[in-house]
């Protein structure tokens, strides 16, 4: 396994160790020394610690507890060859760097150590000296590890409440963004089934007609092609305006006082029949919702949901009947289902892209409903069927 080597001092450790250096140096020449050196210890010892001790400093942010254990080692040697203060005011400054930059499980302890240190230091002093002298020695163990330990423990306390609470803001900050990002998507969704809803069938009938003014010659049915053309024209000129009333408005939860209700669902079915230019298609409107308005969201939804699968109906249906079916369920539930022939038929007589199927599913699930489209076998043979059914919230229900 390879050997992490620390990495290079910072410049900080730098400046503080050549100042210290320097500093060591001149108190040496001129023979300032804190205390007089042990019997037999040589003086020039102290140089030997000054020096050690400064190379503990290089240390101080790159290993700071091997800075702390070399750095105690060479205070003993310090104090026995008469002690530097420029040596004590190195390890006062490597006891604060390591509670501040060593590892939490260990720098967390430091301070209580230099506790326990400073005051069994205090007691074994006044029980040797047995003078009110000795208590100095507390006092010279509180300023040399007990306070830089204190100083390093309350600085990295305020450094990770700081970096706490800048992470939260930055997590704050995302959360906004992505709740931005949804209800901007939220809201292209609505733009889109809103623009698809109503523009959708507008355009599949006068594509239809279009298509058979051009292949029929008669002027008569070309006329009457070219009428239906331009009154499709029209109410999607209507709808486009109505939608661009709704995207100016500004306040974007609110629906435009023109919202569809379920009573123009026969004005669908009369403008299917009128699409369809064949006279084995039956359209039928059954309606058995019962008296009494229904929320706002849930009419349109409905609404919405019939002229969809109106709108697919004159495109893809086989000719045979189409029937709208309107009705309350158990529990008040609105019931909506569209059924018409299915089979095997010619080419659709309008193109289609299948999000008319994905944006009814969309409403009925953003009003917590339930939803299904496809063949199934019915009492005339095969057909296509669109059921939904919509919870409706019973009165003074939030």
């Not at 390591?98 to 002093?125: C, D, F, K, N």
């Not at 208590?135 to 830089?148: C, E, S």
């Not at 450094?159 to 901007?184: F, P």
Request: aromatic share 4%; with cysteine.
């Amino acid at each position: 396994m390879p050997v992490r080597l620390p990495r290079r001092p910072d410049r900080d450790a730098v400046l503080i160790a050549a100042t210290g250096l320097l500093g060591g140096l001149a108190l040496w020449f001129l023979g300032l020394h804190n205390n007089p050196p042990l019997a037999a210890v040589p003086g020039w010892l102290s140089l030997v610690a000054l020096v050690v001790m400064c190379g503990a400093e290089l240390l101080r942010r790159s290993a700071p507890l091997t800075a702390l254990a070399i750095g105690t080692v060479t205070l003993g040697l310090d104090i026995c060859t008469g002690s530097l203060v420029a040596t004590i005011a190195m390890y006062t400054d490597v006891v604060y760097a390591a509670v501040l930059y060593g590892r939490p499980s260990v720098a967390g302890r430091i301070p209580r150590v230099t506790e326990v240190l400073a005051v069994l230091g205090t007691l074994l002093a006044v029980a040797v000296i047995r003078k009110p002298e000795a208590l100095l020695v507390g006092f010279g163990f509180a300023v040399l590890i007990v306070a830089p330990a204190w100083t390093g423990a309350g600085i990295r306390r305020h450094r990770d409440a700081a970096r706490a609470a800048r992470l939260e803001a930055e997590r704050t900050a995302l959360l906004a963004e992505l709740d931005r990002r949804e209800a901007v998507g939220a809201e292209r969704a609505r733009m889109a089934r809103e623009l698809h809803d109503m523009v959708a069938g507008h355009l599949s009938a006068i594509a239809i007609h279009s298509t058979a003014a051009l292949s029929i010659g008669e002027a008569e049915a070309s006329r009457e092609a070219l009428a239906v053309i331009r009154e499709n024209s029209v109410q999607g000129l209507a709808e486009m305006r109505r939608l661009i009333g709704l995207l100016r408005q500004a306040g974007g939860d609110a629906e435009p006082a023109a919202t569809p209700r379920l009573d123009g669902v026969d004005a669908l079915v009369a403008r299917a029949r009128k699409a369809v230019r064949d006279e084995r298609f039956r359209f039928v409107l059954d309606d058995a919702r019962g008296p009494g308005p229904l929320p706002a969201p849930i009419e349109l939804a409905a609404y919405r949901i019939v002229q969809e699968s109106l709108t697919n109906a004159v495109k893809h249906a086989a000719p045979g009947p189409v029937t709208v079916r309107l009705a309350r369920e158990d529990g008040g539930r609105l019931a909506v289902e569209v059924s018409s022939a299915y089979g095997d038929g010619p080419v659709p007589r309008a193109p289609g892209s299948g999000a008319g199927l994905v944006g009814m599913g969309e409403r009925v699930a953003l009003l917590d409903g339930e939803f299904e489209a496809g063949p199934v076998a019915g009492l005339d043979g095969k057909e296509w069927r669109v059921r939904a059914v919509l919870p409706v919230p019973e009165e003074g229900a939030p």
